[in-house]
Structures are given as structure tokens and as C-alpha cells.
């Protein structure tokens, strides 16, 4: 069986949710639509990254997911066993020479919070099932070249996601004049959920927020992200500040990017803040989302003065799994209370 898929007229470098700047294996984390410095020719010292630099994108993606960013950025899909779906990327050449790339697939997982890369080509059984039309590319100073990515589901394959990266590499080995490899890649992550019937349900819950501030001085909000649902989300989004002191106001602050959360998951999204941001108290808003998923969590939250230290939350209000605090317990508490008492008065003046 066959998907049919819809080109991408326009992608953005910011669709990369949770690709942050990171290295794995000493080399660039996959950015799609961003470009990864490459080396330079024979016997010579790099230029830069703005002279020798490659990139990636992708440039189709299913019908049913035109509104979901993710799948503008990464290859994501639910397949049958027995699927087959293609997928093409663009590779470019940012450099004012030619160079050669090397175009291949290798292994991915999700774990504590990361989307981890396998060192150089280990394969996995998502490579297993993937094919491309090229292995190599001669690109010129500037040039650009499509490459057309294939993945056969087995018949028998069992149900699961599973991940991958298809890799557009570059570099040479070492040589009398280099003692060191220097390789650079940039990649499109896959996540590929098989299984018959419906696609599991994305989402995910703020179970907490945590004032603090770092070893650097910085303020810093801390959000604990719980993966409710059934496929792996790359988490994003940035918070607001109000009712500060002296009615100040400030953001919104992206949420530190880079936080990948496998099914049943839990991690920190972390949003740094500026040293010199008042300890407060604040009327704090974070708005995180994955895909099309996105939840918005609200508190009252004050700073501590020193780096390690305990902040205060003072009331908390989330319309995605923040549990209230005690004070807000107390609260309800109460009303039920007074509520019960108003109950038994109007019992008693019934009977009268």
C-alpha cells in the first residue's frame, strides 16, 4: 500500500522542534533546512562554515499531516505492515566550490529526554526497510540535488515506532596534512509508528513547574512533561511573564529546545531567563506544543536570589495535567466546606 504525499512549498529552520545545537559524536545534530560545515578540499584547512557548508530539507509529506509542522521537518508517519511510502530530500551545497556527499541512513533512538543519533552508519531495523536512489552526490558551488528515500514495511513486521536519521555527510580522512578526520552531516530524523488500524493518540501532560536559577545567575523556569500518549513528541514553546513587580511584564522566552520524550516519558523542558529579571512574585504563562499537540500551563511563581536555591509557587492553574498546589487544594477544600454547611442550613429551615 502506498501513502500519498503532498510537496512542502515552504519550510522553516524553526519547524526543527527539539533539534538543538547539541553534537552527538562530534558531529552537527540534524536541523532540516539549516546547513552543517563541511571541509575543505584536499590538503587544505576548512574556510567556514559560510564557504564550505552543506544542507538539507525535506520536501514532501503525507495528505492527512499539511497542517502538522513536524511532518513538514521530519519524516512522520503510521504505517500498515506491508506499507511503503518515499520520501524525497533536497541536499545543497552552500559553498562556492564543488563537493562530494555522501547520502545514507543510520540508526536512532529516543531515550532520557534526547533524541540520540548511532554513531556513524550503525543500522537498526528502520535502515533495514530504507532505500535510497543515491549513495553519493558530486554537487557544484551552489548546487542542489534530490534524493529519493524508500521504506518497505515487512508483512510480518511487529508493532512499534521506530527511528532513524537519513544523513547527508561530507569530509575526508586524515592525511599528512590532517591528523584529524573532519566530517560534518546534517540529517532528517524519522519517526515511524507501525501497526494495523489507527494511529495512538498524541499528547502529553505539565505535571509541575519549578522556579529556580542556574549556576550562572540566570532565572530559569522548570516544566516536568509527561508523554501520555502513544507516539514520541518533540517538545517546544516559550513562556510569558506578567503582573511582575511594579506591574512589569517580559518574554516570551523560548523553552530550551532539545527535549524528545518516547511514550510514557517523563524529562524537563528548561526556559532560561536574564540574571538581572526580578525574583518577583510572577504571573507566569508556558505554552509548550509538539505537532499539532499543545497544552498551556499558568502559576504564581517567585525567583530564589541565589543559584541553587528553593523558589516559591504560590498558586498554579494548567489546562494540561499541572496539579494544583496545596494552597489551591486548600482552597477548594474550603469551598467544599462552606458549601456542605450552606447544604445542612437549608436542610433545617426546610423541615421548619
Known sequence: MRRSVVPLLVLAAVQAVGAGPAVADGMPTPVPGTAAPGPAGHGEHPAGPEQRSIGIRLLDAPEDRRDDPRAQAYIVDHLAPGSTIERRVEVSNESSEPMHVDVYAAAASVTKGQFAFAAERTPNEL???????ASGLDLPAHGAAQVRTTVRVPANAAAGERYGVIWAQTGGPAD???????????????????GAG???VSDFEIERLTPGRGSDGRAELRARIHNTGGRALDIGGALTLSDGPGGLRAGPFPARTGTTLAPGERAEAVVPLDARLPEGPWSVEL???????DHAAGATV?????PGGAGAVTASAAGSGAGA???VAGFAALGLAAGYLLFLGFRRRSRR
Open 325 to 327: 498546589t496545596p494552597a
Open 287 to 293: 505554552k509548550l506544543g509538539s505537532g499539532l499537540v
Open 302 to 306: 517567585t525567583f530564589p536570589s541565589t
Open 127 to 133: 535502515t533495514g526497510w530504507t532505500s535510497l536512489d
Open 176 to 194: 599528512r596534512a590532517h591528523n584529524l578526520a573532519i566530517v560534518g552531516r546534517v540529517g532528517v530524523r524519522m519517526y515511524l509508528d507501525i
Open 198 to 200: 489507527g494511529e495512538p
